[in-house]
């Protein structure tokens, strides 16, 4: 299973980035997906999850901001970040989720500065 993430860059606060994480090795529609985002000095984060049903769940801080999508005929998860902060910058990396399993990405780096 690997899974690959791309859409990071630098922005300026207040502007938009939409993430993608390619899946392959595995149907990522029969798995639950999420988000997450590390930064040095707080670990990971948790961001959003997506289930096999569509439904979708949101850390607080991100909720209204953030919208986490999935393709399935494409085999990708998706992060559309909306109204970034300086807050949201971070290493953002995105899991798919099996039973007992987790597969991680390697992340992609998104800077929110002026």
């Known amino acids: 299973v690997q899974l690959v993430e791309s859409g990071g860059g630098l922005v300026q606060p207040g502007g938009s980035l939409k993430l993608s994480c390619a899946v392959s090795?595995?149907?990522?529609?029969?798995?639950?997906m999420m988000w997450a985002r590390q930064v040095p000095e707080k670990g990971r984060e948790w961001i959003a999850s997506?289930?096999?049903?569509?439904?979708?769940y949101y850390a607080d801080r991100v909720k209204g901001r953030f919208t986490i999508s999935r393709d399935n005929a494409e085999n990708t998860v998706y992060l559309q970040m909306d109204n970034l902060e300086r807050a949201d910058t971070g290493v953002y990396l995105c899991?798919?989720?099996?039973?007992?399993?987790?597969?991680w990405g390697q992340g992609t780096q998104v800077t929110v500065s002026s």
């Open positions: 090795g595995f149907n990522s529609g029969d798995a639950k």
């Open positions: 997506i289930f096999r049903d569509g439904g979708s």
């Open positions: 899991a798919l989720l099996d039973r007992d399993a987790e597969y």
